[in-house]
Each structure stands twice: as structure tokens, then as C-alpha cells.
């Protein structure tokens, strides 16, 4: 199975293993957000999300990366898997329409669960628990319908000054400000700018085999290249429990570390 393929088949370290989760209402566009970052092509056909599971890796001078996206529903039926997927998010887009005020009340919401969730999770403060953030309000292309100003997102993005948050208004349609959104993302996240799309080479899952091969990285160190997995699949709650330990115990010895070179 590929997604296994990129775990045990690939040497990827911790560290450059992160998770994106995407939340928001439902009908605001973060399935055609997704598409847009995997593909550059809208998903133009509504269909209602349950929990989409993607998967893609990198190639970037010469080091490798995996980076998870989850599709997440946006009528969260089921309260414990909300929790559990935001749980596992290294990263986050909150998607709400600029023409639906009560989709924004939900991503105000939904910020404010996010911080509450990995505090708990860490047993620390609110302020010691950020985690990058892009605060999404799609369907600019629709500036009549507009119910969100500005200056309210900008707000919600700026409430906590100094935190790792930002605000973009886009539109997946027309495709427009997707990409410095996600640069935003990752410049937040201390990850490659070449994982945001348009900035590497799309590959082929042929040419990803030989990710594996330390002389082909070396060969082409100063490239970066990116494929998505095809069929990968949503990991285990016994995997995703891992996943958490996993990182929190990553933490905990890059805080150790930072504390011996004080």
C-alpha cells in the first residue's frame, strides 16, 4: 500500500512529518481548497465530505517530506472524531464563505476549539499551545454577497497577538491568493516554501521510487519535487494515538535539547 510505502518505505523523519487539517462549515469550498492544492484544478461538483484522507511527499534538496491532508466534514456528527482529528493537526485552514455569516461564527468557534483541544492535550496555556493557523475566507470572486468584512477576520486572525495565525481571503475557484496562502502556512510552520503549490515539480509515482535512493536526492539536491500517493488511506485510531505520542514526545526532546544549550 502506498501510504505504508511512505512510511516504512521512505526514511522520513519525524520532523518532517506534519499533518493538515482542514476544517470550516459545510459548503464553503475546503474540499475545492484541497483540490486546488493537490491538483491547481477546482473541484467544481459539490458533494458533501464525510472525511477525505490525502497524502503527499517531497523531495527537497535532498531531504524528504510527508505532509497529510484531511477533508474534514463539515457537519461534524460525531464530536470525538472532530476532536481526534484536530488532535493529530500539526497545521490548520479554517474555510468559511465570505457570503455566509453563520459559516464564520463557526470558524471563530472552531479557533477558539483548536486552541482548547491541544492545550488540554499538552497541559499547558492557551499561549504555549499555538499551532500555525490560516483563517480561509472563501468566495471572494462573490464581493455582492459578501456578509464577513475584512476587518471582523482580521480581527479573529489578530486576537491573539503574536500568535502563529493569518487571514486570507480567497477564492478556489478562480483560484486566487491559494498559493500565498498556503506559503503563509508553511513559512508559519518552519517548513519548505517549495511544499506550497507552483513551487516544485509535479512527479510521477514512478519517479517517486526513486525517492528512495539517497544517490538520486544527492543528484538533484538543489530541486524540489512532490507527488501525491493515489489510494491513500485514513490511518487507524490506534495509528492516530501513536502519531500524537510520537509528536509530543518529539517535543519534549527538542524542549530538553533547547533548555541543555541554554
Known amino acids: 500500500m502506498i501510504g505504508k510505502m511512505s512510511e516504512k518505505g521512505l526514511d522520513i523523519p519525524a520532523k518532517n512529518r506534519r499533518r493538515m487539517v482542514i476544517l470550516g462549515s459545510s459548503k464553503v469550498g475546503k474540499t475545492a481548497?484541497?483540490?486546488?492544492?493537490?491538483?491547481?484544478?477546482p473541484d467544481e461538483q459539490y458533494t458533501p465530505t464525510v472525511e477525505d484522507f490525502h497524502q503527499k511527499l517531497y523531495s527537497i534538496r535532498g531531504s524528504l517530506y510527508q505532509?497529510?491532508?484531511?477533508?474534514?466534514?463539515?457537519?461534524?456528527?460525531?464530536?470525538a472524531t472532530r476532536r481526534l482529528s484536530i488532535l493529530t493537526g500539526d497545521v490548520?485552514?479554517?474555510?468559511?464563505?465570505?457570503?455566509?455569516?453563520?459559516?464564520?461564527?463557526e470558524a471563530r468557534r472552531l479557533k477558539r476549539q483548536i486552541?482548547?483541544?491541544k492545550s488540554r492535550l499538552r497541559n499547558k496555556t492557551k499561549e504555549s499551545a499555538e499551532v500555525?493557523?490560516?483563517?480561509?475566507?472563501?468566495?471572494?470572486?462573490?464581493?455582492f454577497q459578501r456578509q464577513v468584512l475584512r476587518e471582523e477576520a482580521e480581527q479573529l486572525a489578530g486576537a491573539d497577538e503574536g500568535r502563529r495565525c493569518a487571514y486570507f481571503e480567497v477564492s478556489a475557484k478562480k483560484n486566487t491568493n491559494v498559493d500565498r496562502m498556503f506559503q503563509a502556512l508553511f513559512a508559519m510552520a518552519e517548513l519548505p516554501d517549495e511544499m506550497s503549490p507552483g513551487r516544485h515539480c509535479e512527479v510521477s509515482l514512478q519517479s517517486c521510487q526513486l525517492l528512495r535512493r539517497k544517490s538520486f536526492r544527492a543528484r538533484r539536491c538543489k530541486d524540489a519535487y512532490g507527488v501525491v500517493t493515489p489510494s491513500a488511506?485514513?490511518?487507524?485510531?490506534?495509528?492516530?494515538?501513536m502519531y500524537i505520542r510520537e509528536k509530543a514526545v518529539a517535543a519534549a526532546q527538542a524542549k530538553e535539547k533547547?533548555?541543555?544549550i541554554c
Open 115 to 117: 486552541s482548547e483541544t
Open 258 to 260: 533547547a533548555c541543555v
Open 132 to 143: 500555525p493557523l490560516v483563517i480561509c475566507g472563501n468566495k471572494c470572486d462573490r464581493e
Open 233 to 241: 488511506r485514513r490511518p487507524s485510531v490506534h495509528s492516530d494515538l
Open 67 to 79: 505532509l497529510d491532508i484531511l477533508d474534514t466534514s463539515g457537519n461534524h456528527p460525531f464530536p
Open 33 to 41: 481548497v484541497v483540490s486546488r492544492f493537490l491538483s491547481a484544478r
Open 92 to 105: 490548520f485552514v479554517l474555510v468559511f464563505s465570505l457570503d455566509n455569516r453563520d459559516s464564520f461564527q
